[in-house]
């Protein structure tokens, strides 16, 4: 029987990654946004929107700053 060793390394974050993360962000924090203007929306559900821009708006930034401590390819 082989057995092998798990090796962990840090990969490069990879530029093109790094853009469309970023990309996809803006784009679903502008639809989270026009979504929170919608009449058709409770108070529960206007709620739960606003959290999830919250945590985007948060998160946007964090393949850049993977890339910071991993380095970009």
Known sequence: MIRLKNI???????RNFQKEWE????VFISHLKHESRNRKYGPAEKGAIKNMLRTLETSKGFAELLGDIAGTD
């Open 8 to 14: 962990l390394n840090e990969a490069p974050m990879d």
């Open 23 to 26: 990309q996809m962000h803006k």
